[in-house]
């Protein structure tokens, strides 16, 4: 092996086709359906994955028996190609026969034993002509000219396969024509060119590898076309775009490099400064054109319309159109409709209009393009039109032609947006909640069945996504003005209650008013309810109730502050209390829930009444029991109404103080229980758990 192998181009040639073929192979073996022209097929890409192996190891150690190796899978791989044509060519003029046509069809058995028998008289009688890199060999007449007539069939099948295809199916094997037409005129002008000098030329046969990898895309791309040939082969849309680009950029510096070279051989003492001025310009102007948005929007239309059978990837486009819309923002979206819908045809952007009640169509967003202020009405030409039909308009069409659009009345601002082109609707089920209004693109775009399809079914999608946003900020607003009703009601309870202490201090102080120890038990409930009152309006302007830190509160000293307010409004309260018995939680609304289950009580007794509160340690929780001897509730009642909002069994109650209490417990992971039987009194028992250790917060939604 030469210690300079690396400057070989033959081993770089022949190692990057073996390598492509290698992939290729794989890529092709995975996709196969079973059916037998894929095989043949198959068949002529491995063996040319072996035969560009067998030549690279031949350019790396320069033996013969590599070379005769590389000669024996060149003439197999030949073989399976040419039965490939071979099988297709004779398929399709069966189907053109049987559709109505007159091209002669041939016994396919008969092409095959036929074609079987040249390859086998290529691999016997032609025995490998002169060995490039160590001169052995025969330099034959023979053996080239052989060769030189299997790469004439080979191109004589291809013609054969363009010719029998009907023309509406020619775009399907256009590129495997192509790629076998550039195949076998390259063998052919290297066998002719070694049957006239009596030798092969070592540049020519050196470069044959990576010219056969070049041929490989434009299989790809024919075994993608082809459907029936069952092999499920699929081709990026943005690596053809990718490989179109650059085989462009490689051509226009070739170009760039011959005028170069041309001006540096003639262009006398000034050749080697214009050289580099135009080489710096040259390369100046790619940049400005591989960075330009047109230029990458005609790239784009110039490789779906000359590459697939169908524009867009609908696939790619579904998955671009979700993922913009599911990243977008309440502030970002309405722009980012409008892009998703106008990258379909190549437009810088556009104008979204939306629904506003009755109002009509307003603008409410616009993307490169001037937002016109007019107002289409609900009922307006262009909103009852699409409305109806549902069509993508084309303004310039719907100039030329009017009568395209029968029942179009295009509003005046309409015309008046500079650059306008489409209007798209935007439905969801059957209500138009807006329309997007494009601008003209960068580059003309055939607006074909497949187009507007494409933007009525996208339409569609951007619709029902804007109108689940209005629906879900909607439903937001909602929440909101149910919090604050809700908030308002627990807010209007807890006035009831200060309003009845108030009205029992009316009701006493015309008995005690010159008492002075009832005078000071006024003032204090005064100064206890106005302070109540300022509370309840700040968390009313709050909108709900502010973070709090959640304190140890001992329960005895809230026992004794809602007996004292009890006793002050005319009703005694038996206390059985034990001391030092904390929770956390906050005293003021603690002492509500307590004060709210000692008035149920006095509420459900009758003459006798007897109610106590006891305070009391149960394992790790504090607990403050209420107990009467009230008529009592039925278990069924305690089940499904008492803890349940708006539900009462009072003449003027609300069904808010149970709930309310209920909720506030919980939220400090406690809990309230009830034992009751109908005649035989009630026992509420609040179970909180005990303060044992750092003070908490406590975040309480006005919900509680």
């Known amino acids: 092996m030469n210690s300079n192998w690396h400057l070989n181009p033959a081993i770089w040639s022949y190692g990057v086709a073996a390598l492509a073929f290698g992939i290729f192979s794989v890529q092709l073996v995975a996709a196969r359906r079973g059916r037998q022209r894929a095989a043949y097929l198959l068949a002529g890409i491995v063996l040319s994955a072996a035969w560009a192996a067998s030549a690279a190891a031949y350019s790396l150690f320069a033996t013969s028996t590599w070379w005769h190796l590389s000669h024996l899978f060149d003439a197999l791989r030949i073989g399976a190609l040419l039965t490939f044509l071979l099988v297709v060519t004779l398929r399709t003029g069966q189907e053109a026969t049987t559709s109505g046509g007159s091209l002669p069809s041939g016994p396919p058995r008969t092409g095959l034993l036929l074609l079987a028998a040249f390859v086998v008289l290529t691999i016997t009688a032609a025995e490998p002509p002169q060995v490039p890199l160590l001169g052995e060999g025969r330099a034959t007449s023979l053996a080239f000219g052989l060769l030189l007539a299997r790469t004439v069939l080979g191109l004589v099948l291809v013609e054969q396969l363009f010719r029998r295809t009907q023309p509406g199916w020619r775009w399907n094997v256009r590129p495997l024509c192509l790629g076998l037409a550039g195949l076998f005129l390259y063998d052919l002008v290297l066998f002719a060119d070694a049957l006239l000098y009596r030798g092969m030329d070592l540049n020519i046969w050196a470069a044959r590898g990576i010219v056969n990898a070049l041929v490989i895309p434009l299989l790809a791309l024919a075994a993608t076309r082809n459907r029936d040939w069952n092999l499920a082969v699929s081709m990026s849309r943005s690596l053809i775009s990718g490989s179109t680009a650059l085989f462009a950029s490689g ?38 054109v591989l960075v330009s948005g047109t230029f990458r929007s005609k790239l784009r239309v110039l490789t779906s319309k000359h590459f697939f059978a169908y524009r867009y990837d609908y696939r790619e486009e579904w998955l671009r159109i979700t993922r913009a819309l599911s990243d977008a923002s309440a502030n970002t979206t309405p722009q980012l409709c409008i892009r998703a819908l106008s990258e379909l045809v190549e437009s810088p952007g556009g104008a979204l209009w939306l629904r506003r009640g009755n109002d009509g169509f307003v603008p409410a967003a616009d993307l490169n393009m001037s937002l016109a202020t007019g107002l289409e009405p609900l009922h307006g030409g262009l909103a009852e039109f699409i409305g109806r039909t549902g069509w993508v308009i084309d303004l310039d069409e719907f100039r030329a032609r009017p009568g395209a659009y029968l029942g179009f009345d295009a509003p005046e601002w309409l015309g008046s947006i500079p650059g306008a082109w489409l209007v798209i609707p935007l439905p969801n089920a059957e209500t138009l909640i807006g329309f997007v209004v494009l601008a003209r693109p960068r580059v003309r775009v055939e607006l074909n069945w497949e187009v507007l399809d494409l933007l009525k079914t996208a339409g569609r999608q951007v619709g029902s996504y804007l109108a689940l946003l209005q629906a879900g900020e909607a439903l937001l607003e909602a929440r909101k003005f149910e919090a604050f009703n809700r908030m308002s009601a627990f807010v209007v309870h807890d006035l009831k209650n200060l309003v009845a202490q108030l009205q029992l201090l009316l009701h006493n102080a015309q008995r005690h008013r010159d008492n002075p120890d009832f005078q000071r038990d006024m003032l204090g409930t005064v100064e206890h309810v106005v302070g109540r009152m300022n509370h309840l309006m700040t968390q009313l302007r709050a909108g709900a109730t502010p973070i709090e830190s959640a304190q140890s509160v001992e329960l005895a000293t809230i026992a004794r502050r809602v007996q004292g307010i009890r006793s002050r409004a005319g009703g005694g309260v038996e206390l059985d209390l034990d001391l030092g018995v904390c929770v956390l939680g906050h005293h003021d609304r603690l002492e509500r829930v307590v004060g709210h289950l000692v008035q149920n009580a006095f509420d459900a007794v009758g003459d006798n009444p007897r109610v106590r509160i006891r305070v009391f340690r149960s394992d790790d929780e504090g607990v403050v029991e209420i107990a009467d001897n009230g008529v009592g509730m039925t278990p069924e009642f305690i089940r499904e109404r008492l803890f349940r909002p708006f539900q009462t069994t009072k003449k003027m109650g609300m069904g808010i103080g149970a709930y309310e209490s209920m909720q506030y417990v919980s939220t400090l992971g406690g809990r309230i229980t009830v034992d009751s039987n109908p005649g035989q009194g009630t026992t509420v028992s609040v179970r909180l758990p005990l303060a044992v250790g750092p003070q908490v917060k406590i975040v309480q939604e006005e919900s509680a």
């Not at 170069?260 to 790619?286: C, P, T």
Request: proline residues 0%.
């Open 251 to 288: 051509g226009y510096l070739l170009a760039i490099a011959g005028v170069g070279y041309y001006v540096r051989y003639f262009g006398g003492s000034w050749g080697r400064a214009l050289e580099i001025v135009l080489g710096f310009a040259g390369l100046l102007l790619l940049v400005l």
